[in-house]
T-cell receptor, first 112, second 118 residues
Framework: KQEVTQIPAALSVPEGENLVLNCSFT??????LQWFRQDPGKGLTSLLL?????REQTSGRLNASLDKSSGRSTLYIAASQPGDSATYLC???????????FGGGTRLMVKP | EPEVTQTPSHQVTQMGQEVILRCVPI?????FYWYRQILGQKVEFLVS????????KSEIFDDQFSVERPDGSNFTLKIRSTKLEDSAMYFC????????????????FGPGTRLLVL
């Protein structure tokens, strides 16, 4: 059974800092890994989907990397802003691609 | 940009009552999903639906739950007899399945319905 873990559970940084969020998964036979953002009491916004054949995927100040063999992904946020404050979730699909298993999230606070 | 919508945004119900949560997936998407998130816990998969059939369901999705696509646009989750532990945020998601591209598509999530069972 796939298990997804995110470290740290919470992170507080000053504005402008670059930061890295970590995601690990136990079954490396994945098609892709998806990163989401969740604001308090809100839905999930897809940030990046990185395919198993890719090593990196970039969108603006966000860069996701994937190392399937070691079961790890990182989300790098450059020049953090207070508006980046949210919970960041990673998720991986099962073999049939019809369900996602989520990590517990990293709650990020960027202080002005 | 197309988005998944859900109604209602909040629902309060008494234990034992039936509730129906509604979702309108993105129009050209073929796969539909329900997830839930109990306060402070992980997002958990409930069920996926394709071609008018359940394609996958979790252990949570027992006989109290059912899903339906009553028309060409809506996708519903019914809980027949709610329990206190059903209190959670329920998310609907949809994705487009490209031929030969199993598991490569992004799932797009709605804003959620917060269900409170008293």
């Amino acid at each position: 059974k796939q298990e997804v873990t995110q470290i740290p559970a919470a992170l507080s940084v000053p504005e402008g800092e670059n930061l890295v969020l970590n995601c690990s998964f136990t079954d490396s036979a994945i098609y892709n890994l998806q990163w989401f953002r969740q604001d308090p009491g809100k839905g999930l916004t897809s940030l990046l989907l990185i395919q198993s054949s890719q090593r990196e995927q970039t969108s603006g100040r966000l860069n996701a990397s994937l190392d399937k063999s070691s079961g790890r992904s990182t989300l790098y946020i450059a020049a953090s802003q207070p508006g980046d404050s949210a919970t960041y979730l990673c998720a991986v699909p099962n073999n049939a691609g019809n369900m996602l298993t989520f990590g517990g999230g990293t709650r990020l606070m960027v202080k002005p | 940009e197309p988005e998944v919508t859900q109604t209602p945004s909040h629902q309060v119900t008494q234990m034992g009552q039936e509730v129906i949560l509604r979702c309108v997936p993105i129009s050209n998407h073929l796969y539909f999903y329900w997830y839930r998130q109990i306060l402070g816990q992980k997002v958990e998969f409930l069920v996926s639906f394709y071609n008018n059939e359940i394609s996958e369901k979790s252990e949570i999705f027992d006989d109290q739950f059912s899903v339906e696509r009553p028309d060409g646009s809506n996708f519903t989750l019914k809980i027949r007899s709610t329990k206190l532990e059903d209190s959670a945020m329920y998310f609907c998601a949809s994705s487009v399945r490209l031929a030969g591209a199993v598991g490569q598509e992004t799932q797009y999530f709605g804003p959620g319905t917060r269900l409170l069972v008293l």
